[in-house]
């Protein structure tokens, strides 16, 4: 009878552990909304900014939002093509408060010039992996295609 007790009060502290840890993460990634729904990655919003740099080129700004593990997340990027929308200039602002995120949004922002500078626009549907920052780079795939109808 005894071990069966202690059966029982250890999987109720298991229990009551789970749910405190659901209910802290999801309040820690939670801005007010509905978490339920919201997986790793997916992009909230993307503002835009930009317009023409000179009759020739075209630059675009914005500020992709996406969820981490540690909650959501910000990462701005500016765009820059030439006439033949040629990808000029590439400059990423990182803009995570979680420490791992902005360690990660760094790197990206460090290694996806030399990734997309050089390249033709057009011809560019995804990245991988860019700076071993797997969430940053999905959420950069997934602003490509607006990014690309609005340069």
């Keep these: 009878m005894e071990n069966k007790n202690k059966y029982i009060f250890g999987a109720l502290t298991v229990a009551v552990l789970f749910v405190l840890v659901r209910i802290v993460s999801t309040e820690r990634g939670n801005a007010g909304g509905d978490q339920s729904s919201i997986v790793p990655g997916e992009i909230l919003s993307i503002d835009e900014q930009g317009g023409g740099v000179d009759s020739r080129s075209q630059k675009r700004e914005i500020v992709v939002e996406y969820i981490s593990p540690g909650g959501l997340e910000k990462i701005g990027i500016a765009l820059s093509v030439d006439a033949d929308r040629i990808i000029t200039s590439v400059v990423v602002t990182p803009m995570a408060d979680n420490d791992i995120s902005a360690k990660l949004q760094k ?44 340069i």
Excluded: H, I, Q, W
């Design 107 to 150: 790197a990206f922002a460090s290694e996806l010039p030399v990734v997309l500078e050089g390249r033709k626009l057009s011809e560019l549907d995804t990245v991988d992996v860019v700076g071993k920052a797997s969430l940053t780079t999905r959420a950069f795939n997934e602003s490509l295609a607006k990014l690309k109808l609005n």
